[in-house]
């Protein structure tokens, strides 16, 4: 990304740690999510480590296109949504925000299900009532908790993803083998193959992320003393692009290593010993438990819920940004109930409709891992139209993309498109 002109800007202070963990970090925990921890699980077991290298392929990638959202966040004022409505044609506009949607609710019901699941698992007793009290408390969380302190809930909820750290040292990893496959792709020219390389792909560059992380920049202006949108206040621009970027970094390479230590845990036991039929995270730790030990589907379970926690008021809280901006209403987690009430209705009825898709008898297998597919899929218009509004100096005046984001974006756009097309040929 280019740096504005210095005659326009002061020179930028170093970003104090409380700042660095931001948007970036919590957007990236929050991506390893109980239906990304049952797609890594899958990945693992199924194809052992040969489907490594995909999580060292969308680092960079994913780095870049969430910097980018966060960027137009920052630069604007608006969110991504916003942004499309004064600068798209609107039946564009709407697919992507109802697509996105549709797999954001989906994704909620996979999750409070994996949840449920896992604390089942650990504590015994009745799956539904679990599904129910995890959907109530994160609405009433993220309805009436204090944006500020909230956000520090998330932040202290991203220790979850350690547990992670924990099961791959106990589980005898070939080390050898992953180095060799992290950089030399062991490609299956199969549906099956493609198909979990898309769902990894979707999984990890999944649009929601893309519209929370620059919202939460949006919130940061409204929030931050003295912090304004860059077009209105360009002598801020040094600080904050460095801020942006080294949160971001950090936040999408935390992500990847969890994911890669999900895999790598599944790999080496599960797939080791045969078992290639994993299907959802909770599964994945009852299969542990007698392969890999007592503790480590003790730790495997718990991540799941606490991933959970973090996952939850990202999903519904993006679906409601997206849907709050595309309609015109005042969204926002920092604003009362009183003056948003559409937007916490959306993220009340998101996350009710999620939690009753385990009543009805939808499938949470097919749901977890299709609403991956379906995000690899709508992933690549948003990333294109991301890129469009980030080039033009109408969106984001001098501050359009620097050459280095642009190229990351548009490859990682080119990637996606090619695996979702893989994919389908292979059907």
Excluded at 3 to 8: E, N
């Amino acid at each position: 990304m280019e740096t504005p002109d210095p005659s326009l800007v002061k020179q930028p202070e170093r970003p104090r740690l409380r700042d660095i963990m931001g948007p970036g970090l919590i957007t990236g925990a929050s991506d390893d999510d109980p239906s990304g921890i049952a797609t890594y699980s899958q990945a693992g077991a199924q194809f052992g480590y040969s489907l490594g290298w995909t999580l060292l392929l969308t680092f960079p990638l994913m780095a870049a296109i969430q910097q980018i959202a966060a960027w137009i966040g920052r630069v604007t004022g608006r969110g991504l949504a916003g942004n499309m409505k004064r600068h798209v044609a609107a039946p564009v506009l709407y697919a992507v925000v109802g697509l996105m949607v549709v797999a954001n609710v989906i994704n909620i019901g996979a999750d409070l299900g994996a949840m449920a699941a896992a604390l089942q698992l650990l504590v015994g007793g009745p799956l539904l009532p679990y599904v129910a009290a995890f959907a109530i408390v994160t609405v009433l969380l993220e309805v009436f908790v204090r944006y500020s302190r909230y956000v520090s809930v998330l932040k202290w909820l991203t220790l979850s993803l350690f547990a992670y750290v924990a099961t791959v040292l106990a589980a005898g990893v070939d080390w050898v083998q992953v180095g060799i496959h992290l950089v030399v792709p062991d490609i299956q020219w199969s549906s099956a193959y493609l198909t979990l390389v898309v769902a990894v792909f979707g999984t990890t560059i999944s649009p929601y992320l893309f519209f929370w992380q620059a919202e939460q920049e949006v919130e940061d202006t409204q929030e931050r003393a003295g912090s304004r949108p860059l077009l209105r206040a360009p002598e801020q621009a040094g600080y904050e692009l460095s801020r942006i970027r080294i949160d971001t970094y950090l936040g999408m390479a935390f992500s990847n290593v969890i994911a890669l230590c999900i895999v790598l845990t599944t790999a080496a036991t599960l797939h080791a010993h045969g078992v290639t039929d994993i299907e959802t995270s909770s599964q994945a730790a009852e299969a542990l438990r007698p392969i890999a030990g007592r503790f480590t589907f003790i730790v495997f379970a718990l991540g799941i819920i606490g991933t959970g926690l973090l996952a939850l008021p990202v999903l519904a809280g993006a679906a409601a940004y997206a849907t709050g901006e595309a309609l015109g209403w005042h969204v926002g987690l920092a604003r009362r109930p009183g003056r948003a009430r559409a937007f916490y209705a959306t993220i009340a009825v998101a996350t009710g409709v999620g939690a009753l898709l385990n009543v009805v008898g939808l499938d949470p297998v097919k749901a977890l891992f299709w609403s991956a597919v379906v995000n690899g899929v709508v992933a690549v218009p948003v990333m294109a139209v991301m890129l469009v509004l980030g080039c033009r100096t109408a969106v984001m005046g001098q501050f359009t993309l620097g050459p280095t984001l642009a190229v990351l974006g548009w490859l990682g756009t080119a990637v996606m498109a090619a695996a979702a097309v893989a994919m389908i040929v292979t059907w």
